[in-house]
């Protein structure tokens, strides 16, 4: 199956931190692959800007060694290659001062749509912000792209807010998570609102709970500092997987469009119950296996900062009162593994004699990774004669078995990017999400800071802690197994 390319818009856009690990690793590369597809049209230009005091050819150098060291050689011809890499220019740039901005306007275009991608440390959001509008370099038409962390806490995400919107309209700025834009996300929503299957379903009648992990194998790594002082809860629970639940558990909005979308999010958001202390749980990783501790990654014997969470949401509203949300996702797990399942209630009546052992019911599996794709597990009448013995099976569409091999599974960024040229917000957070997902987040993470309990141990490549089994355990639950 070939994918249809749909090429956007001619355009300027401009990489502030282009020489950075963000940008060489996954920015880059990801449009090289689209115009290789040939979605990037004539006469796009890519201008990359960094303290670095280097001239085009230089910037060439260092983004064509990066596309390199990051690409398969079958995903990056030759010819390909050198034709990408004349898109880019280089303009050197300070930040918080005022060289390189009149060089920046003058090499930009009227008649193209501008974007400024802000590859760098969100404490410069508001002074290139300033700069762009100061200078004269940003239009009313301009787009800028923002990536996270947006804020430490609500008042510091608000500070954020009010920094950009002094100098951007909310319809210009694109607050961008990679999650949402990874394939099975967006097939989440066509599940539910493209097939009369499972809409009517999708409620506290039929679905019993819902599990969505996030888990990782590695550990904090090169990012102990950052780490130490973000932890599990604001590293991934309040965007990332605030995100897949919002997704999961959002009313249909009236149209695919991007604020109706982002209405219902905001409304899941809004409905979340407060959390027990009694339903989260706060975990370190142990040395273990030839690798260091939690300790000894961040250099802090006293850390308190968790690197696993598991917590029990609900969600007071209709559809899913009476439903519970069991979220959980850290470091140095048994996998490497994102995924959602919506486990469904057993039929109201059983008829049939001795069921199966272990019978696990109905469930949907949607895989964010690895291996992009959809499981339904049904309860089917095993094979052979002698009376009516009941089994599981697992229907399983992986993306590349079932759209063909040879189909290329656009990164998250690549398609990211692409909807900013288009102008499509469908799959970026707006301001008043992220502030209210930090007032959610806020009163949990203070009750912690208080508290000054210590996040209980769990063993390298396990599930994580004890008690968080049993945060399910208590319910007559289980958590469905990383990596199954």
Not at 293 to 298: K, T
Not at 317 to 331: C, H, V
Request: proline share 5%.
């Amino acid at each position: 199956m070939v994918a249809r390319v749909i090429p956007v818009s001619t355009f300027d856009l401009v990489i502030f931190g282009a020489t950075g690990d963000l940008a060489r690793r996954k920015i880059l590369p990801g449009l090289f692959l689209r115009f290789k597809s040939g979605q990037m049209p004539e006469g796009a230009r890519i201008i990359g800007s960094a303290r670095s005091n280097f001239d085009s050819a230089e910037f060439r150098k260092v983004i064509g060694a990066a596309l390199t060291e990051f690409l398969d050689e079958e995903h990056r011809p030759a010819d390909m290659l050198t034709a990408f890499l004349d898109r880019l220019e280089y303009v050197h740039i300070d930040a918080t001062g005022d060289t390189g901005w009149d060089t920046l306007k003058g090499i930009l275009r009227d008649d193209v749509i501008r974007t400024f991608y802000l590859s760098v440390s969100p404490s410069l959001f508001g002074a290139i912000a300033e700069r762009l509008s100061t200078h004269g370099v940003a239009t009313p038409e301009s787009r800028i792209v923002v990536e996270k962390p947006f804020g430490h806490d609500l008042a510091s995400a608000q500070a954020l807010n009010t920094d950009l919107l002094r100098h951007f309209s909310e319809h210009q700025i694109y607050r961008i998570d990679h999650y949402l834009g990874k394939e099975t996300v967006q097939n989440l929503m066509a599940l539910r609102f493209a097939n009369s299957l499972f809409e009517p379903l999708w409620n506290s009648t039929h679905i019993d709970h819902v599990q969505i992990t996030v888990a990782e194998s590695l550990g904090v790594g090169g990012r102990g500092g950052y780490y130490d002082q973000s932890g599990a809860m604001r590293d991934m629970v309040q965007n990332h997987l605030m995100q897949l639940l919002c997704l999961t558990a959002m009313e249909p909005p009236s149209k695919f469009a991007s604020n109706s979308v982002r209405d219902e999010k905001v409304k899941v958001i809004e409905a979340l119950d407060p959390v027990k202390s009694e339903d989260v749980v706060r975990g370190q990783y142990r040395a273990g296996r030839d690798a260091p501790s939690y300790f000894e990654d961040v250099e802090n014997d006293d850390s308190r900062t968790e690197s696993f969470i598991a917590m029990k949401l609900k969600i007071a509203n209709w559809r899913w009162a009476g439903t519970p949300f069991y979220l959980r996702t850290g470091k140095r797990l048994r996998d490497r593994v994102s995924e959602i399942t919506v486990v469904f209630r057993d039929p109201p009546h059983m008829i049939f004699p001795n069921p199966m052992e272990g019978r696990k019911g109905n469930a949907l599996i949607i895989r964010l990774q690895p291996d992009e794709g959809i499981t339904l597990r049904t309860t089917i009448k095993e094979p052979g004669p002698g009376g009516m013995r009941l089994t599981e099976v697992d229907m399983d569409m992986t993306f590349a078995n079932a759209l063909g091999s040879d189909l290329h599974t656009q990164d998250a960024y690549e398609r990211l990017i692409m909807d900013v040229i288009r102008g499509d917000q469908t799959l970026f957070m707006r301001g008043d999400e992220v502030e209210a997902a930090w007032s959610w987040a806020d009163p949990l993470i203070a009750n912690w800071q208080e508290s000054g309990k210590r996040p209980v141990p769990y063993d390298v490549g396990s599930s994580g802690p004890e008690e968080a089994l049993m945060l399910l355990h208590r319910d007559g639950r289980r958590w469905r197994p990383i990596g199954a």
